[in-house]
Each structure stands twice: as structure tokens, then as C-alpha cells.
């Protein structure tokens, strides 16, 4: 009955350090996730009619420019 509390007690002691270890990992993956850059994922296409709109190409160049896009 001895050897069974040992068990019983190994088992727990090493679930809890795993725990443990899969927390912090957890949180040092977080960590790195909130100091990644963000990506822009905004097409060429969208820069263009942004650009557009913005008075910064003219109504020819936009159009143009669409076209090689296209």
C-alpha cells in the first residue's frame, strides 16, 4: 500500500511541473506574439484607390496603373 501513495504522488508531482512548464511556454508564446510586427495585408490594389483618392494620382495615372494591376 506504500508503494501505491508513492505512485499516486510520482504521478502528481509530474503533472504538476508539466503543467507548469506548458504554462510558461504558453505565456513566452504570447509574449512573442505581442511584440510581432503587424503585417499589412492590404493589396496593390487598394494602395492604388487609396492613393487615388487622396488627390495623389490623377484620374489617367490611376487608371493606368489599374490596368497593369489587372
Known sequence: MHSMN????GFMMVFWWGL???LVL????????QNAPTT?????????KKRYASGE???TEYETM?????
Open 26 to 33: 504558453a505565456v513566452f508564446k504570447w509574449f512573442q506574439g
Open 20 to 22: 507548469v512548464i506548458v
Open 57 to 59: 494620382l490623377s484620374k
Open 40 to 48: 499589412n495585408k492590404e493589396s496593390a490594389l487598394d494602395i492604388l
Open 66 to 70: 489599374k490596368k497593369e494591376l489587372d
Open 6 to 9: 508513492w505512485y499516486g504522488g
